[in-house]
Nanobody, 115 residues
Framework: QVQLVESGGGSVQPGKSLRLSCTAS??????YMWNWHRQAPGKPRELV?????????NYRDSVKGRFTISRDNAKNTMYLQMNSLKAEDTAVYYC?????????WGQGIQVTVSS
């Protein structure tokens, strides 16, 4: 059974940084795509960023230039470096590991940006 464990969330002031991590247990996931999603209260879940197996990345417009997604295949871990955080980044962040018919999710981790 694949398990994803997120860490690194918390509460910060606007303009500060956080780094989220997501580690997968089990097999080699170097050929999988990693995604970060988030869900703010009262809003639908949205895709924040993804990184493909070839390490190409993409971001939603609202986080471009502030967030950086990366992966360490040797550690089965994905990261999301979040800089210049804004109040509107407040949400529960979920990591997601995907390939073909396989789709795994973490339990979610809270990120709160508030003065």
């Amino acid at each position: 059974q694949v398990q994803l464990v997120e860490s690194g969330g918390g509460s910060v002031q606007p303009g500060k940084s956080l780094r989220l991590s997501c580690t997968a247990s089990g097999n080699d996931f170097s050929n999988y795509m990693w995604n970060w999603h988030r869900q703010a209260p009262g809003k639908p879940r949205e895709l924040v960023a993804y990184i493909r197996a070839d390490s190409t990345t993409n971001y939603r417009d609202s986080v471009k230039g502030r967030f950086t997604i990366s992966r360490d295949n040797a550690k089965n871990t994905m990261y999301l470096q979040m800089n210049s955080l804004k109040a509107e980044d407040t949400a529960v962040y979920y990591c997601n590991l995907w390939r073909d018919a396989e789709d795994y999710w973490g339990q979610g981790i809270q990120v709160t940006v508030s003065s």
